[in-house]
Protein backbone atom coordinates (compact mmCIF):
# COMPACT_ATOMS: atom_id res chain seq x y z
CA UNK A 1 0.00 0.00 0.00
CA UNK A 2 1.17 3.05 -1.02
CA UNK A 3 2.19 5.59 2.23
CA UNK A 4 0.70 9.21 2.65
CA UNK A 5 2.59 12.13 4.21
CA UNK A 6 0.66 13.71 6.66
CA UNK A 7 3.41 15.65 7.98
CA UNK A 8 6.78 17.29 7.65
CA UNK A 9 9.15 19.24 10.04
CA UNK A 10 12.15 19.51 11.80
CA UNK A 11 13.40 17.96 15.26
CA UNK A 12 13.42 20.69 18.02
CA UNK A 13 16.10 20.72 20.94
CA UNK A 14 15.53 22.35 23.96
CA UNK A 15 19.08 23.92 24.88
CA UNK A 16 18.12 22.97 28.69
CA UNK A 17 18.13 19.70 27.68
CA UNK A 18 21.53 19.34 25.13
CA UNK A 19 23.67 21.21 27.73
CA UNK A 20 24.10 19.25 30.31
CA UNK A 21 24.76 16.39 27.71
CA UNK A 22 27.53 18.44 26.44
CA UNK A 23 29.43 19.63 29.58
CA UNK A 24 29.20 15.61 31.04
CA UNK A 25 29.54 13.64 28.12
CA UNK A 26 31.32 15.05 25.77
CA UNK A 27 34.90 14.99 26.99
CA UNK A 28 35.80 12.18 28.82
CA UNK A 29 38.79 14.37 30.77
CA UNK A 30 37.90 17.50 32.89
CA UNK A 31 41.37 18.77 32.51
CA UNK A 32 40.84 19.87 28.86
CA UNK A 33 38.69 22.65 29.76
CA UNK A 34 42.42 24.36 29.49
CA UNK A 35 43.83 23.18 26.81
CA UNK A 36 40.23 24.15 25.35
CA UNK A 37 40.71 27.77 26.53
CA UNK A 38 44.25 28.36 25.46
CA UNK A 39 43.66 27.12 22.22
CA UNK A 40 40.88 29.82 22.06
CA UNK A 41 42.95 32.26 23.24
CA UNK A 42 46.17 31.22 21.01
CA UNK A 43 43.44 31.58 18.06
CA UNK A 44 42.18 34.72 19.03
CA UNK A 45 46.03 36.01 19.06
CA UNK A 46 46.31 34.34 15.24
CA UNK A 47 43.70 35.85 13.98
CA UNK A 48 44.46 39.34 14.51
CA UNK A 49 48.49 38.46 13.56
CA UNK A 50 46.93 37.80 10.48
CA UNK A 51 44.36 40.30 10.16
CA UNK A 52 47.38 43.03 10.57
CA UNK A 53 49.26 41.03 7.99
CA UNK A 54 46.45 41.51 5.40
CA UNK A 55 46.79 45.24 6.71
CA UNK A 56 43.08 44.71 8.33
CA UNK A 57 44.48 46.15 11.59
CA UNK A 58 46.80 49.14 11.77
CA UNK A 59 46.95 49.01 15.48
CA UNK A 60 49.97 48.17 17.75
CA UNK A 61 50.27 44.69 18.08
CA UNK A 62 52.28 44.70 21.05
CA UNK A 63 53.84 41.96 22.93
CA UNK A 64 51.08 38.91 22.61
CA UNK A 65 50.88 36.57 24.72
CA UNK A 66 48.54 34.32 26.50
CA UNK A 67 48.69 34.04 30.36
CA UNK A 68 47.15 32.14 32.69
CA UNK A 69 46.71 33.41 36.27
CA UNK A 70 45.15 31.38 39.38
CA UNK A 71 43.42 33.02 42.31
CA UNK A 72 43.34 30.40 45.20
CA UNK A 73 41.42 32.28 47.68
CA UNK A 74 39.09 33.53 44.56
CA UNK A 75 38.93 30.45 43.40
CA UNK A 76 39.55 31.50 39.82
CA UNK A 77 41.44 30.65 36.87
CA UNK A 78 41.44 33.20 34.16
CA UNK A 79 43.04 32.55 30.65
CA UNK A 80 43.91 36.29 29.27
CA UNK A 81 45.16 37.14 25.48
CA UNK A 82 45.66 40.46 23.59
CA UNK A 83 44.09 38.93 20.52
CA UNK A 84 40.35 40.32 18.80
CA UNK A 85 38.42 40.31 21.26
CA UNK A 86 34.91 40.28 20.88
CA UNK A 87 32.07 42.92 20.56
CA UNK A 88 28.53 42.05 22.30
CA UNK A 89 27.17 40.81 19.33
CA UNK A 90 29.95 38.88 18.46
CA UNK A 91 29.54 36.97 21.76
CA UNK A 92 25.61 36.41 20.81
CA UNK A 93 26.90 34.96 17.49
CA UNK A 94 29.95 32.73 18.67
CA UNK A 95 29.55 32.36 22.27
CA UNK A 96 25.87 31.88 22.92
CA UNK A 97 25.22 30.08 19.45
CA UNK A 98 26.31 26.64 20.91
CA UNK A 99 28.18 24.85 18.11
CA UNK A 100 28.48 27.62 16.32
CA UNK A 101 32.35 28.61 15.37
CA UNK A 102 34.08 31.26 15.07
CA UNK A 103 37.08 29.80 14.11
CA UNK A 104 35.60 27.80 11.32
CA UNK A 105 34.16 30.98 9.99
CA UNK A 106 37.31 32.82 10.07
CA UNK A 107 39.60 29.75 7.89
CA UNK A 108 36.30 30.07 5.60
CA UNK A 109 36.41 33.60 5.27
CA UNK A 110 39.74 34.02 4.72
CA UNK A 111 41.24 30.69 3.19
CA UNK A 112 42.45 32.26 -0.25
CA UNK A 113 45.00 34.27 1.84
CA UNK A 114 45.82 31.62 3.94
CA UNK A 115 43.90 32.28 7.00
CA UNK A 116 43.53 28.61 7.55
CA UNK A 117 47.43 28.37 8.71
CA UNK A 118 47.05 27.56 12.09
CA UNK A 119 43.91 28.01 13.32
CA UNK A 120 43.50 25.58 15.97
CA UNK A 121 39.09 25.72 16.86
CA UNK A 122 37.19 24.07 14.90
CA UNK A 123 33.82 22.39 16.18
CA UNK A 124 32.20 25.16 18.02
CA UNK A 125 32.15 23.59 21.38
CA UNK A 126 35.53 23.43 23.34
CA UNK A 127 34.41 26.99 25.49
CA UNK A 128 31.73 24.99 26.75
CA UNK A 129 34.27 22.45 28.27
CA UNK A 130 35.14 25.18 31.28
CA UNK A 131 31.28 24.24 32.41
CA UNK A 132 32.85 20.59 33.43
CA UNK A 133 34.78 22.59 36.30
CA UNK A 134 33.49 25.78 36.91
CA UNK A 135 29.98 26.48 37.96
CA UNK A 136 30.18 30.56 36.49
CA UNK A 137 32.16 31.60 33.52
CA UNK A 138 32.44 35.35 33.23
CA UNK A 139 34.30 36.74 29.76
CA UNK A 140 35.46 40.24 29.94
CA UNK A 141 36.28 41.35 26.24
CA UNK A 142 37.50 43.93 24.42
CA UNK A 143 37.63 44.24 20.37
CA UNK A 144 40.24 45.51 18.56
CA UNK A 145 38.10 47.62 16.17
CA UNK A 146 38.18 51.03 16.39
CA UNK A 147 36.01 52.33 19.22
CA UNK A 148 34.75 49.03 20.46
CA UNK A 149 32.99 48.97 23.77
CA UNK A 150 33.94 46.62 26.47
CA UNK A 151 31.76 44.03 27.26
CA UNK A 152 30.77 41.53 30.17
CA UNK A 153 29.62 38.09 29.77
CA UNK A 154 28.54 36.15 32.42
CA UNK A 155 26.63 33.08 32.63
CA UNK A 156 26.15 30.26 35.72
CA UNK A 157 25.58 26.80 33.12
CA UNK A 158 22.36 27.30 33.10
CA UNK A 159 20.68 28.47 29.44
CA UNK A 160 20.71 32.04 31.05
CA UNK A 161 23.21 34.17 30.56
CA UNK A 162 23.92 37.95 30.65
CA UNK A 163 25.56 40.45 28.87
CA UNK A 164 26.78 43.94 30.39
CA UNK A 165 28.98 47.07 29.76
CA UNK A 166 32.53 46.69 31.50
CA UNK A 167 36.08 48.04 32.65
CA UNK A 168 39.20 47.32 30.33
CA UNK A 169 41.45 48.94 29.36
CA UNK A 170 43.01 47.01 26.86
CA UNK A 171 42.26 45.13 23.58
CA UNK A 172 41.20 41.44 24.15
CA UNK A 173 39.74 39.11 26.56
CA UNK A 174 39.92 37.85 30.35
CA UNK A 175 37.97 34.67 30.55
CA UNK A 176 37.28 33.82 34.40
CA UNK A 177 36.26 30.31 35.64
CA UNK A 178 35.38 30.21 38.99
CA UNK A 179 35.83 26.89 39.45
CA UNK A 180 33.29 24.48 41.33
CA UNK A 181 33.18 22.69 44.45
CA UNK A 182 33.76 19.20 42.78
CA UNK A 183 36.44 20.75 40.93
CA UNK A 184 38.83 22.17 43.69
CA UNK A 185 41.61 19.86 42.57
CA UNK A 186 42.05 22.12 39.30
CA UNK A 187 43.06 25.17 41.83
CA UNK A 188 46.47 24.22 41.65
CA UNK A 189 49.21 25.87 40.44
CA UNK A 190 51.60 22.18 40.35
CA UNK A 191 48.47 21.06 38.73
CA UNK A 192 47.29 24.02 36.21
CA UNK A 193 51.46 24.39 35.53
CA UNK A 194 51.43 19.98 34.31
CA UNK A 195 48.18 20.40 32.26
CA UNK A 196 49.50 23.45 30.52
CA UNK A 197 52.69 21.23 29.85
CA UNK A 198 51.15 18.46 28.79
CA UNK A 199 48.64 20.59 25.92
CA UNK A 200 50.56 23.96 25.44
CA UNK A 201 54.38 23.18 25.07
CA UNK A 202 54.39 23.88 21.55
CA UNK A 203 51.84 26.19 21.07
CA UNK A 204 52.54 28.96 18.60
CA UNK A 205 52.48 32.15 21.02
CA UNK A 206 53.84 32.26 24.10
CA UNK A 207 51.72 31.04 26.93
CA UNK A 208 52.94 32.46 30.50
CA UNK A 209 52.28 30.98 33.59
CA UNK A 210 53.55 32.41 37.07
CA UNK A 211 55.69 34.19 35.62
CA UNK A 212 57.54 32.19 33.46
CA UNK A 213 56.99 30.64 29.53
CA UNK A 214 55.81 27.46 29.52
CA UNK A 215 56.21 26.53 26.10
CA UNK A 216 58.10 26.71 22.85
CA UNK A 217 56.65 28.31 20.25
CA UNK A 218 58.57 27.20 17.02
CA UNK A 219 59.41 23.73 17.68
CA UNK A 220 61.87 21.82 15.40
CA UNK A 221 59.13 20.46 13.37
CA UNK A 222 57.22 23.62 11.84
CA UNK A 223 60.43 24.70 10.29
CA UNK A 224 62.18 24.19 6.99
CA UNK A 225 64.81 20.68 7.03
CA UNK A 226 67.14 23.10 5.24
CA UNK A 227 67.35 25.44 8.23
CA UNK A 228 68.67 22.95 10.41
CA UNK A 229 71.63 21.02 11.44
CA UNK A 230 72.33 18.32 13.53
CA UNK A 231 72.55 19.37 16.62
CA UNK A 232 69.06 21.19 16.47
CA UNK A 233 67.28 17.66 15.92
CA UNK A 234 69.31 16.10 18.91
CA UNK A 235 68.55 19.20 20.98
CA UNK A 236 65.07 18.61 20.06
CA UNK A 237 65.24 15.41 21.15
CA UNK A 238 66.48 15.78 24.20
CA UNK A 239 63.56 18.02 25.11
CA UNK A 240 61.04 15.25 23.92
CA UNK A 241 62.59 12.50 25.95
CA UNK A 242 65.37 13.85 28.26
CA UNK A 243 66.89 10.62 29.89
CA UNK A 244 67.33 8.65 26.18
CA UNK A 245 70.14 7.60 24.58
CA UNK A 246 70.77 9.89 21.30
CA UNK A 247 68.81 8.66 18.52
CA UNK A 248 70.42 6.48 15.31
CA UNK A 249 69.10 9.11 13.27
CA UNK A 250 65.57 10.99 12.25
CA UNK A 251 62.94 11.58 9.27
CA UNK A 252 61.54 14.93 9.50
CA UNK A 253 58.05 14.80 7.52
CA UNK A 254 56.45 17.47 5.36
CA UNK A 255 54.13 17.28 3.20
CA UNK A 256 51.01 19.25 2.25
CA UNK A 257 49.14 17.28 -0.66
CA UNK A 258 47.15 15.64 -0.49
CA UNK A 259 47.06 15.74 3.39
CA UNK A 260 48.76 18.47 5.49
CA UNK A 261 51.11 16.62 7.62
CA UNK A 262 54.35 17.96 9.33
CA UNK A 263 56.51 15.87 12.17
CA UNK A 264 60.17 14.56 13.63
CA UNK A 265 60.70 10.64 13.60
CA UNK A 266 63.69 9.54 15.38
CA UNK A 267 65.19 6.03 15.40
CA UNK A 268 65.83 5.18 18.98
CA UNK A 269 68.24 2.73 19.73
CA UNK A 270 66.42 -0.78 20.05
CA UNK A 271 68.81 -3.50 20.38
CA UNK A 272 67.24 -6.73 21.03
CA UNK A 273 64.47 -5.60 23.37
CA UNK A 274 61.42 -6.04 22.13
CA UNK A 275 59.54 -4.59 25.00
CA UNK A 276 61.28 -1.12 24.27
CA UNK A 277 58.15 1.41 25.57
CA UNK A 278 55.76 2.74 23.07
CA UNK A 279 53.69 5.49 23.12
CA UNK A 280 56.84 7.45 22.50
CA UNK A 281 55.22 9.27 19.54
CA UNK A 282 53.35 12.42 20.35
CA UNK A 283 50.37 13.54 18.18
CA UNK A 284 49.34 17.29 17.84
CA UNK A 285 47.14 18.80 15.99
CA UNK A 286 48.29 22.96 15.17
CA UNK A 287 50.85 22.26 17.73
CA UNK A 288 48.21 21.45 20.05
CA UNK A 289 49.16 18.11 21.59
CA UNK A 290 46.24 15.48 21.37
CA UNK A 291 47.73 12.00 22.31
CA UNK A 292 50.14 9.80 22.35
CA UNK A 293 48.35 7.19 21.83
CA UNK A 294 49.09 6.64 17.83
CA UNK A 295 48.28 3.39 16.91
CA UNK A 296 45.55 3.95 14.38
CA UNK A 297 47.81 6.44 12.33
CA UNK A 298 51.31 4.79 12.84
CA UNK A 299 51.23 1.46 11.38
CA UNK A 300 52.29 -1.07 14.45
CA UNK A 301 56.14 -1.70 14.10
CA UNK A 302 56.54 2.13 13.59
CA UNK A 303 55.57 2.65 16.67
CA UNK A 304 58.93 1.47 17.75
CA UNK A 305 60.23 4.99 16.52
CA UNK A 306 60.36 7.99 18.95
CA UNK A 307 59.25 11.72 18.14
CA UNK A 308 56.21 13.87 16.93
CA UNK A 309 53.79 14.03 14.09
CA UNK A 310 51.50 17.17 13.39
CA UNK A 311 48.33 17.04 11.44
CA UNK A 312 45.03 19.37 11.02
CA UNK A 313 44.15 16.76 8.88
CA UNK A 314 43.53 13.75 11.10
CA UNK A 315 40.08 13.61 11.99
CA UNK A 316 39.62 13.90 15.21
CA UNK A 317 36.45 13.63 17.04
CA UNK A 318 34.54 16.65 19.19
CA UNK A 319 36.83 15.92 22.10
CA UNK A 320 39.76 14.97 19.84
CA UNK A 321 40.31 12.37 22.33
CA UNK A 322 40.21 9.78 19.71
CA UNK A 323 40.14 9.02 15.80
CA UNK A 324 37.21 8.48 13.45
CA UNK A 325 37.41 5.79 11.18
CA UNK A 326 38.68 8.29 8.10
CA UNK A 327 40.42 7.77 4.55
CA UNK A 328 42.76 9.93 5.35
CA UNK A 329 44.04 7.86 8.17
CA UNK A 330 44.85 5.40 5.83
CA UNK A 331 47.08 7.72 3.59
CA UNK A 332 49.10 9.03 6.03
CA UNK A 333 49.02 5.66 7.55
CA UNK A 334 50.79 4.72 4.12
CA UNK A 335 52.79 8.37 3.94
CA UNK A 336 54.80 7.89 6.88
CA UNK A 337 55.43 4.11 5.83
CA UNK A 338 56.87 5.20 2.96
CA UNK A 339 59.25 8.41 3.87
CA UNK A 340 60.46 5.87 6.45
CA UNK A 341 61.48 3.02 4.10
CA UNK A 342 62.78 6.26 1.98
CA UNK A 343 65.02 7.18 4.14
CA UNK A 344 66.79 3.78 5.30
CA UNK A 345 67.02 3.24 1.86
CA UNK A 346 68.84 6.33 1.40
CA UNK A 347 71.40 5.65 4.35
CA UNK A 348 71.94 2.19 2.94
CA UNK A 349 72.98 3.55 -0.52
CA UNK A 350 74.85 6.45 0.86
CA UNK A 351 77.02 4.82 3.66
CA UNK A 352 76.57 1.60 3.39
CA UNK A 353 79.30 0.91 5.92
CA UNK A 354 77.29 3.14 8.42
CA UNK A 355 74.25 1.29 7.77
CA UNK A 356 76.01 -2.22 8.55
CA UNK A 357 76.77 -0.56 12.03
CA UNK A 358 73.65 0.64 12.93
CA UNK A 359 71.83 -2.20 11.82
CA UNK A 360 72.16 -4.30 14.86
CA UNK A 361 70.36 -1.32 16.52
CA UNK A 362 67.53 -0.97 13.51
CA UNK A 363 67.14 -4.44 12.30
CA UNK A 364 64.49 -5.78 15.04
CA UNK A 365 62.79 -2.24 12.98
CA UNK A 366 63.40 -3.25 10.05
CA UNK A 367 62.33 -6.91 10.45
CA UNK A 368 58.99 -5.75 12.35
CA UNK A 369 57.98 -3.65 9.59
CA UNK A 370 58.58 -6.77 7.16
CA UNK A 371 56.54 -9.13 8.88
CA UNK A 372 53.82 -6.49 9.16
CA UNK A 373 53.75 -4.34 6.01
CA UNK A 374 53.73 -5.57 2.45
CA UNK A 375 54.14 -1.85 1.27
CA UNK A 376 57.39 -1.86 3.65
CA UNK A 377 58.77 -5.03 2.29
CA UNK A 378 58.43 -4.23 -1.05
CA UNK A 379 61.24 -1.38 -0.43
CA UNK A 380 63.22 -3.06 2.83
CA UNK A 381 63.91 -6.38 0.95
CA UNK A 382 66.47 -4.28 -0.95
CA UNK A 383 68.27 -2.66 2.13
CA UNK A 384 67.66 -5.39 4.91
CA UNK A 385 70.72 -6.91 6.07
CA UNK A 386 71.79 -10.73 6.28
CA UNK A 387 74.42 -11.17 9.08
CA UNK A 388 76.54 -14.28 8.74
CA UNK A 389 78.48 -16.22 11.60
CA UNK A 390 81.67 -14.45 10.07
CA UNK A 391 79.96 -11.20 10.84
CA UNK A 392 79.82 -10.06 7.16
CA UNK A 393 76.20 -8.53 6.07
CA UNK A 394 74.56 -9.37 2.76
CA UNK A 395 71.11 -7.90 1.11
CA UNK A 396 68.52 -10.62 0.47
CA UNK A 397 69.82 -10.70 -2.96
CA UNK A 398 73.55 -10.50 -2.55
CA UNK A 399 72.73 -13.78 0.07
CA UNK A 400 71.40 -15.41 -2.64
CA UNK A 401 74.15 -15.16 -5.37
CA UNK A 402 76.68 -15.89 -2.57
CA UNK A 403 74.62 -19.23 -1.70
CA UNK A 404 73.31 -20.47 -4.85
CA UNK A 405 76.19 -22.56 -6.25
CA UNK A 406 76.49 -24.63 -2.98
CA UNK A 407 73.63 -24.46 -1.33
CA UNK A 408 71.13 -25.19 -4.04
CA UNK A 409 69.66 -29.02 -3.15
CA UNK A 410 68.84 -31.68 -5.33
CA UNK A 411 65.03 -30.19 -6.60
CA UNK A 412 66.49 -27.02 -6.97
CA UNK A 413 65.39 -25.64 -3.81
CA UNK A 414 67.71 -22.80 -2.52
CA UNK A 415 69.01 -23.68 1.33
CA UNK A 416 69.72 -20.74 3.96
CA UNK A 417 70.96 -22.08 7.14
CA UNK A 418 71.19 -20.43 10.41
CA UNK A 419 72.20 -20.48 14.06
CA UNK A 420 70.19 -18.95 16.64
CA UNK A 421 73.89 -19.17 19.29
CA UNK A 422 76.69 -19.62 17.74
CA UNK A 423 77.93 -20.89 20.98
CA UNK A 424 75.34 -23.64 21.75
CA UNK A 425 75.17 -25.00 18.31
CA UNK A 426 79.07 -24.75 17.14
CA UNK A 427 79.14 -28.56 16.13
CA UNK A 428 76.89 -27.87 13.46
CA UNK A 429 78.26 -24.87 12.63
CA UNK A 430 81.51 -26.44 12.15
CA UNK A 431 79.74 -29.51 9.94
CA UNK A 432 78.09 -27.30 7.82
CA UNK A 433 80.92 -24.94 7.29
CA UNK A 434 82.81 -28.26 6.33
CA UNK A 435 80.65 -28.43 3.59
CA UNK A 436 81.18 -24.68 2.59
CA UNK A 437 78.01 -23.86 3.57
CA UNK A 438 77.51 -20.02 5.11
CA UNK A 439 75.15 -19.97 8.35
CA UNK A 440 73.60 -16.76 9.34
CA UNK A 441 73.24 -15.49 12.94
CA UNK A 442 69.41 -14.84 13.39
CA UNK A 443 69.32 -14.77 17.20
CA UNK A 444 66.39 -12.27 17.93
CA UNK A 445 63.13 -12.24 19.59
CA UNK A 446 61.72 -11.37 16.06
CA UNK A 447 63.64 -13.67 13.95
CA UNK A 448 61.19 -16.77 14.16
CA UNK A 449 58.26 -14.69 12.39
CA UNK A 450 61.05 -12.89 9.76
CA UNK A 451 62.49 -16.43 8.90
CA UNK A 452 58.90 -17.66 8.05
CA UNK A 453 57.85 -14.28 6.09
CA UNK A 454 61.03 -14.99 4.10
CA UNK A 455 60.16 -18.08 3.10
CA UNK A 456 56.81 -16.86 1.89
CA UNK A 457 58.35 -13.93 -0.08
CA UNK A 458 61.48 -15.59 -1.70
CA UNK A 459 61.17 -17.63 -4.52
CA UNK A 460 61.95 -21.54 -3.86
CA UNK A 461 63.62 -21.28 -0.66
CA UNK A 462 63.77 -22.39 2.65
CA UNK A 463 65.66 -21.66 5.74
CA UNK A 464 66.72 -24.24 8.12
CA UNK A 465 68.62 -23.99 11.65
CA UNK A 466 71.72 -25.61 11.18
CA UNK A 467 70.38 -28.61 13.95
CA UNK A 468 67.39 -29.16 12.34
CA UNK A 469 69.26 -32.15 10.74
CA UNK A 470 72.15 -33.70 9.97
CA UNK A 471 74.36 -31.92 7.52
CA UNK A 472 73.57 -33.73 4.76
CA UNK A 473 69.82 -34.25 4.98
CA UNK A 474 69.92 -30.11 5.77
CA UNK A 475 70.61 -30.02 1.96
CA UNK A 476 69.42 -32.95 0.18
CA UNK A 477 72.02 -33.73 -2.53
CA UNK A 478 71.99 -36.09 -5.39
CA UNK A 479 75.29 -37.82 -4.36
CA UNK A 480 74.56 -40.15 -2.05
CA UNK A 481 76.96 -41.70 0.76
CA UNK A 482 77.33 -45.66 1.06
CA UNK A 483 76.39 -47.31 4.21
CA UNK A 484 78.81 -49.90 5.29
CA UNK A 485 76.75 -51.62 7.35
CA UNK A 486 73.75 -54.23 5.80
CA UNK A 487 70.21 -53.12 6.40
CA UNK A 488 70.12 -55.81 8.82
CA UNK A 489 72.97 -54.44 10.69
CA UNK A 490 71.37 -51.11 10.44
CA UNK A 491 67.78 -52.44 11.84
CA UNK A 492 69.86 -53.78 14.91
CA UNK A 493 71.51 -50.42 15.47
CA UNK A 494 68.27 -48.86 15.56
CA UNK A 495 66.73 -51.15 18.11
CA UNK A 496 69.66 -50.50 20.13
CA UNK A 497 69.56 -47.02 20.18
CA UNK A 498 65.35 -46.90 20.64
CA UNK A 499 66.71 -49.16 23.92
CA UNK A 500 68.55 -46.58 25.52
CA UNK A 501 66.82 -43.47 23.91
CA UNK A 502 63.35 -44.73 24.84
CA UNK A 503 61.82 -41.39 25.32
CA UNK A 504 58.45 -39.51 24.04
CA UNK A 505 59.22 -37.29 21.29
CA UNK A 506 62.18 -38.71 19.96
CA UNK A 507 62.94 -40.88 17.05
CA UNK A 508 65.68 -42.82 15.88
CA UNK A 509 67.62 -43.19 12.25
CA UNK A 510 70.49 -44.94 11.36
CA UNK A 511 71.86 -43.20 7.96
CA UNK A 512 75.19 -42.73 6.27
CA UNK A 513 77.31 -39.89 7.47
CA UNK A 514 80.90 -39.01 6.74
CA UNK A 515 83.25 -41.53 8.86
CA UNK A 516 84.61 -38.32 10.29
CA UNK A 517 81.21 -36.79 11.59
CA UNK A 518 80.07 -37.71 15.20
CA UNK A 519 78.68 -40.99 16.10
CA UNK A 520 75.22 -39.39 17.17
CA UNK A 521 74.14 -35.97 16.36
CA UNK A 522 70.61 -34.82 17.67
CA UNK A 523 68.98 -32.31 15.94
CA UNK A 524 65.45 -30.81 16.18
CA UNK A 525 62.96 -30.70 13.01
CA UNK A 526 62.42 -27.45 11.40
CA UNK A 527 58.85 -26.93 11.37
CA UNK A 528 58.12 -28.58 15.01
CA UNK A 529 60.80 -26.28 16.68
CA UNK A 530 59.28 -22.88 14.72
CA UNK A 531 56.09 -23.90 16.03
CA UNK A 532 57.34 -23.52 19.60
CA UNK A 533 59.33 -21.02 18.93
CA UNK A 534 56.31 -19.03 17.71
CA UNK A 535 54.09 -19.96 20.49
CA UNK A 536 56.89 -18.44 23.21
CA UNK A 537 57.41 -15.39 21.45
CA UNK A 538 53.79 -14.46 21.59
CA UNK A 539 53.25 -15.59 25.04
CA UNK A 540 50.82 -18.35 24.10
CA UNK A 541 51.63 -21.52 26.05
CA UNK A 542 48.77 -23.76 25.58
CA UNK A 543 48.84 -26.00 23.02
CA UNK A 544 53.25 -26.66 22.78
CA UNK A 545 53.50 -25.58 26.22
CA UNK A 546 53.12 -29.37 27.36
CA UNK A 547 54.37 -30.99 24.89
CA UNK A 548 58.14 -32.96 25.37
CA UNK A 549 60.65 -31.53 23.00
CA UNK A 550 60.74 -32.98 20.20
CA UNK A 551 64.22 -34.50 18.86
CA UNK A 552 65.90 -36.84 15.76
CA UNK A 553 68.69 -38.98 17.07
CA UNK A 554 70.58 -39.89 14.11
CA UNK A 555 73.05 -42.45 14.41
CA UNK A 556 76.36 -42.30 12.08
CA UNK A 557 76.00 -45.49 10.26
CA UNK A 558 79.44 -45.30 8.57
CA UNK A 559 81.29 -43.89 12.35
CA UNK A 560 84.00 -46.43 13.45
CA UNK A 561 82.24 -46.91 16.71
CA UNK A 562 79.06 -48.10 14.62
CA UNK A 563 80.82 -50.25 13.42
CA UNK A 564 82.33 -51.63 16.71
CA UNK A 565 78.80 -52.46 18.38
CA UNK A 566 78.34 -55.23 16.37
CA UNK A 567 81.22 -56.94 17.85
CA UNK A 568 80.31 -56.50 21.60
CA UNK A 569 77.98 -58.65 23.39
CA UNK A 570 74.84 -57.28 24.76
CA UNK A 571 76.04 -55.27 28.01
CA UNK A 572 78.54 -53.77 26.29
CA UNK A 573 76.89 -52.65 23.50
CA UNK A 574 74.61 -50.89 25.77
CA UNK A 575 76.80 -49.51 27.63
CA UNK A 576 78.87 -47.92 24.78
CA UNK A 577 75.33 -46.82 22.45
CA UNK A 578 74.28 -44.74 25.73
CA UNK A 579 77.97 -43.43 26.25
CA UNK A 580 78.06 -41.72 22.69
CA UNK A 581 74.35 -41.06 22.90
CA UNK A 582 74.99 -39.02 26.15
CA UNK A 583 78.12 -37.12 24.49
CA UNK A 584 75.53 -36.36 21.93
CA UNK A 585 73.33 -34.72 24.62
CA UNK A 586 75.74 -33.33 25.94
CA UNK A 587 76.71 -31.74 22.46
CA UNK A 588 73.67 -29.79 22.75
CA UNK A 589 73.68 -28.51 26.34
CA UNK A 590 70.76 -31.53 27.04
CA UNK A 591 72.71 -33.62 29.70
CA UNK A 592 71.66 -32.81 32.82
CA UNK A 593 71.40 -33.01 36.49
CA UNK A 594 71.68 -37.29 37.47
CA UNK A 595 72.35 -38.16 33.92
CA UNK A 596 75.16 -36.08 33.83
CA UNK A 597 76.82 -36.91 36.95
CA UNK A 598 76.52 -40.84 35.56
CA UNK A 599 78.07 -39.52 32.58
CA UNK A 600 81.24 -38.26 34.26
CA UNK A 601 81.52 -41.14 36.75
CA UNK A 602 81.91 -43.34 34.09
CA UNK A 603 84.04 -41.27 31.71
CA UNK A 604 86.26 -40.83 34.80
CA UNK A 605 86.61 -44.37 35.55
CA UNK A 606 87.20 -45.34 31.56
CA UNK A 607 89.93 -43.04 31.88
P1 LIG B 1 35.90 26.90 18.24
O1 LIG B 1 37.16 27.34 18.87
O2 LIG B 1 35.93 25.48 17.81
O3 LIG B 1 35.44 27.80 17.14
P2 LIG B 1 34.79 27.44 20.83
O4 LIG B 1 33.56 26.97 21.48
O5 LIG B 1 36.07 27.08 21.48
O6 LIG B 1 34.77 26.92 19.34
O7 LIG B 1 34.71 28.99 20.67
C1 LIG B 1 33.64 29.56 19.96
C2 LIG B 1 34.02 30.87 19.37
O8 LIG B 1 34.06 31.87 20.37
C3 LIG B 1 35.39 30.93 18.73
O9 LIG B 1 35.37 30.44 17.43
C4 LIG B 1 35.64 32.43 18.76
O10 LIG B 1 35.00 33.07 17.69
C5 LIG B 1 35.00 32.86 20.04
N1 LIG B 1 35.99 32.98 21.10
C6 LIG B 1 36.20 32.08 22.10
N2 LIG B 1 37.22 32.46 22.89
C7 LIG B 1 37.67 33.66 22.40
C8 LIG B 1 38.71 34.59 22.76
N3 LIG B 1 39.52 34.36 23.82
N4 LIG B 1 38.88 35.69 22.00
C9 LIG B 1 38.07 35.92 20.93
N5 LIG B 1 37.09 35.09 20.55
C10 LIG B 1 36.87 33.98 21.26
MG1 LIG C 1 37.96 26.56 20.56
Given at each position: MESVVQEKGNLSIHTENIFPIIKKFLYSDHEIFLRELVSNAVDATQKLKQLASYGEFGGELGELKVSVKLDETAKTITVSDRG???????????????????????????????????????????????????????????????????????????????????????????????????????????????????????????????????????????????????????????????????????????????????????????????????????????????????????????????????????????????????????????????????????????????????????????????????????????????????????TFEEYREATQATQTDKDGNLVWLYTTDTQKQDGFVQSARKRSYDILVLDSVIDSHFIGTLEQKLEKTTVKRVDADTVDKLIEKDVKLESVLSKDDEEKVKKLFEAVVAGAGTSVVVEPMPADELPVVITFPEFMRRMTDMQATSGQRSMFGNMPLMYTVSVNANHPLTSKLASLDDDAQKALAKQIYDLALLSQGMLNGQDLTQFIQRTVEVL
Open positions: IGMTADEIKKYINQIAFSGAEEFVEKYKDKGGDKGIIGHFGLGFYSAYMVAEKVEIVTRSYQEGAEPVRWICDGSTEFEITTAEKAERGSDIILHIAPDSEEFLSASRLRGILEKYGKFLPVEIEFEDKIINNPNPIWTKNPADLKDEDYLAFYKELHPFSEDPLFWIHLNVDYPFNLTGVLYFPKLKNDFQVQREKIQLYSRQVFITDEVKDIVPDFLQLLHGVIDSPDIPLNVSRSYLQADGNVKKINGYITRKVADKLSEIFRNDREGFEKKFDDIGLFVKYGIISEDKFYDKAKDFCLLKNTEGKYF
